[in-house]
């Protein structure tokens, strides 16, 4: 299936910040399996959307950036969601914001006339568990391409109006990949 506008929250590969006395039983292993940076761009290399929307945080904003270039793809914007909230790695200044990452390929699909100007590339909505995204980021995504087939990579959950593909939600969506830890 063809999808124009395709929505990633890739599984970066990282670990958890350090140990602390109040968290003993907290491994430094994700609760999650990531993946390498070739296998999240072979995965968005699978569906050659138009438009892409990524989501990486600062340690991996410019490969991200990078992946979706090599790709084909050309940044449009990158909008900041405040998460009102965040980790103080090494107890130093608080991380309260992620990156969403708007990219397309030429020529630019061209979005609903009546969202025109109407968002700003700051989301604001308090981050509620660890890697959900914020609504107001779907609803944007939505509005700007309410006819278009679209699809979300690594979901968490189902919505109305999305095909999702991930290891946490059950999917009928199959990419043609072999990967490890992922159900493919």
Known sequence: MKYKVLLADPPWKQTKGGLRKTRPNQHKDLDYPTLELNDIKEIIKSQDSPILFLWTIDKFLFDAQDIAETLGYKL?????????????????????????????????????????????????????????????????????????????????????????????????????????????
């Open 76 to 184: 449009h914007a990158r909008i900041i969601w405040d998460k009102e909230n965040g980790i103080a790695p090494a107890f130093t200044i608080r991380y309260s914001h992620e990156y969403l990452l708007w990219f397309y390929k030429s020529p630019m699909e061209e979005i609903c006339k009546s969202f025109r100007g109407k968002f700003t590339t700051v989301l604001r909505e308090k981050a509620t568990k660890h890697s959900k995204k914020p609504i107001c980021s779907y609803e944007l995504i939505e509005s700007l391409y309410p006819n278009c087939k679209r699809l979300e990579l690594f979901a968490r959950d189902k919505r109305k109006g999305w095909d999702v593909w991930g290891n946490e939600v059950e999917s009928d969506i199959k990419l043609n990949l072999v990967q490890e830890n992922y159900d493919i």
